[in-house]
């Protein structure tokens, strides 16, 4: 029971260092998401261009989700006629680009971490695209889409096709500042917390078990700590292949990314395995729903790839920077709620976070939420 009662300690203790940022995070990308429709995303995605892709990734940053959120959007998007490289794009930098998982990864492991994320991420849009431009036939693509509209469901489907932004004309402040928009960043709020909670508790649970019960030797020798080059040359390949294993996405892995980094994986391979959310086995079966056993077979292949090589990237240019930092300042937060500026911070968004959750309720927010699960639980053709 002690040890149980360990693994539940460092849980919430991680949970407690976080909340301030994941309220903050969703809020604003609220904001945007209540201002900027969907039309206008899938107008600005018609092709793979570098000018499009840029703009696929800066929109995604700006709407973050969860994993599986982020990948049904991306479906929702290619259906509507958006470019198919570029619907991906969107959804890496929607899960893996975006200001809470910054600061989550700040607060939880240092600003190296951070920068390393927003450096490999376009690293590894870039490599997706030219293996895509490479790999991708135009029947492959015919058939991904004929499988695209066929309307299978997956896990946040529901979400993915509400588009909530604020429907009257304006500047961006008179559409934000209205009832209307008001209603709206309280809507998306919601949902996009309702999307990720799952994969957030389990993963902070999964992380304090590891913590509390897997001992660092274990970790140590599996990911090769004694021999330096070796764990450099690994780390790109074996994160990844935890990610896929873990079950777990999103914000949701974060945790378990100290509790690898505290082990002793590689820079590059923490990196590989924050950007492997969307590789997950759960992910990969909505994968094959939406678009096909052999568009799911390249997706795999063309984001492992992708991912490691941003990996590799950041290892050998942090490194080669000396910006890599030590393992031995990697800490677990288990001090729980004391007096300090996270709780300052926590109280001021958890009232945020309540003012949103009022309206949320007030304005219909419920049917919606219940209308969206309904939709995710839709027998799957």
Request: glycine share 8%; proline share 3%; net charge positive.
């Amino acid at each position: 029971m002690s040890e149980i009662g360990r693994a539940l300690s460092i849980a919430g203790s991680m949970a407690w260092e976080i909340t301030w940022a994941l309220i903050l995070g969703f809020a604003l990308s609220a904001v945007v998401q209540a201002v900027v429709r969907r039309s206008t995303v899938v107008r600005l995605l018609g092709d793979d261009r570098p000018r499009t892709l840029t703009v696929a990734a800066g929109l995604g940053v700006a709407s973050s989700s969860c994993s599986y959120a982020a990948v049904a959007l991306a479906r929702s998007l290619f259906r509507k006629g958006a470019n198919f490289t570029a619907a991906m794009a969107f959804e890496i930098a929607s899960t893996n680009l975006v200001v809470e998982l910054g600061v989550i990864l700040a607060l939880l492991m240092g600003w190296q971490f951070t920068l390393a994320e927003f450096v490999g991420g376009p690293v590894m849009i870039v490599i997706m695209a030219v293996l895509f431009r490479i790999f991708l036939r135009e029947r492959l693509l015919a058939r991904a889409r004929a499988q695209a509209a066929r309307g299978l469901s997956g896990s946040m489907e529901g979400h993915a096709e509400m588009d909530s932004s604020v429907q009257r004309e304006g500047s961006f402040a008179r559409r934000l500042f209205s009832a209307e928009g008001h209603t709206a960043v309280a809507h998306v709020f919601v949902m996009e917390w309702a999307a990720i909670l799952r994969d957030l508790v389990l993963g902070l649970l999964i992380a304090g078990a590891i913590a509390a019960w897997v001992p660092d030797s274990f970790w140590s020798a599996f990911f090769l700590d004694d021999h330096p080059l070796a764990a450099k040359l690994t780390g790109p390949l074996i994160g990844p292949l935890v990610a896929i294993a873990s079950f777990v996405c999103s914000i949701g892995n974060v945790p378990l990314a100290v509790v690898l980094w505290k082990g002793g994986i590689s820079f590059g391979g923490v990196i590989a395995f924050l950007y492997a959310d969307l590789l997950i086995l759960p992910i990969l079966n909505i994968y094959r729903k939406y678009y096909g056993p052999r568009m799911t077979a390249l997706i795999l292949a063309v984001f492992f790839t992708a991912m490691a090589a941003a990996g590799y990237t950041v290892e050998f240019l942090f490194g080669a920077l000396n910006l890599v930092p030590d393992h031995s300042h990697a800490r677990l937060p288990d001090e729980g709620v004391s007096w300090n500026y996270t709780t300052a911070l926590n109280i001021a968004f958890l009232l945020l976070a309540a003012a949103l959750i009022h309206r949320f309720l007030r304005t219909g927010g419920p049917e919606m939420l219940r209308a969206m699960n309904r939709t995710n639980k839709s027998p799957s053709e």
